[in-house]
């Protein structure tokens, strides 16, 4: 039976640079082409944040609004996601563009540690950007930097704050969070089929040079994968990726290796329970 793999594209993220990688795209205009040409290569999920001019990350909701009427005209059927992640601003701003009603948003339940800080998410905030997704219909992707992480999203749709079945993303490979371990990645998974069902979707994702092998776990385990400079700026070492659509490409090659189709947008809106355009 088909399986498509759901390719999710995360684009700029708040961290990377030119300086690190010239193929960053930091303006909506960058971004747009950046993702139409990932789009084009495979990948039906964007995963977006804004910049500033000077790349400084940003929560700005002008900034979001050009960017989803670019993807809107250029990745016509494309599922947007919006990040509310806590590197672009604080409290209650993280979730000010959820207004503009994306396709999907990130939403990260717990607190965990990064690299240099604390990535804190109070059960406040928590609780009420999941209320913002709940009345603008916007779909929240479970950011699962811990597995408590995918315990409390049981809880949140248990309580009706998360509706319809949590699509959760293991995200491995952050320093000082969850290292990549095929143990737990396994039993991440056996953890999210016993609380949603067996056929409940799931994706991964790694950092840094992790990426590529988290992108065949995910793919040769059945699940959905994300790539992108946000979370890797290379092919490998010595390489630079030229762009977002070429780490797209090589997570096309392993689904191309498990026999698994590239999802397509109809399938992927599908497969996450999204609306379906009419044109």
Same mark, same amino acid.
């Not at 999710?8 to 971004?31: D, F, H, M, R, Y």
């Not at 604390?118 to 930097?145: R, T």
């Not at 000082?176 to 396994?186: G, H, K, L, Q």
């Given at each position: ?15 990377? $640079? ?249 399938? $992927? ?11």
């Amino acid at each position: 039976m088909e399986n498509p793999c759901i390719i999710c594209v995360a684009i700029t993220g708040s961290l990377p $640079t030119k300086a690190n990688n010239p193929a960053v795209p930091v303006t909506v205009a960058e971004q747009v082409e950046s993702t139409q040409e990932a789009f084009e290569a495979g990948a039906t999920i964007c995963h977006a944040h804004v910049r500033n001019d000077d790349e400084t990350p940003s929560a700005d909701p002008e900034k979001f609004a050009r960017l989803k009427e670019g993807l809107e005209e250029h990745c016509p059927g494309m599922v947007i996601q919006f990040s509310t992640g806590g590197r672009s601003g604080a409290g209650k701003a993280r979730g000010g563009m959820l207004s503009l009603a994306p396709d999907m948003a990130s939403l990260s339940v717990g607190s965990n540690n990064f690299p240099t800080r604390v990535y804190e998410n109070p059960p406040e905030l928590v609780d009420w950007l999941a209320s913002e997704m709940l009345e603008y219909g916007v779909k929240p992707e479970v950011e699962a930097f811990d597995l408590s992480h995918i315990l409390k999203a049981a809880d949140m749709h248990k309580k009706g704050q998360i509706k319809d079945t949590p699509y959760v993303q293991f995200v491995m490979g952050v320093k000082n969070a969850m290292p990549v371990d095929r143990e737990v990645f396994d039993f991440y998974i056996k953890t999210v089929k016993r609380l949603f069902g067996e056929d409940a979707a799931w994706c991964a994702a790694g950092i840094g040079a992790q990426q590529v092998v988290l992108n065949e776990w995910a793919i040769s385990s059945g699940g959905h994968a994300r790539t992108g400079l946000e979370d890797n700026v290379r092919l490998d070492r010595d390489t630079l990726a030229p762009s977002n659509a070429a780490l797209v490409r090589r997570a096309a090659e392993f689904c191309e290796k498990y026999e698994r189709p590239v999802a397509t947008w109809q399938q $992927t809106r599908e497969i996450l329970g999204l609306y379906q355009p009419t044109a």
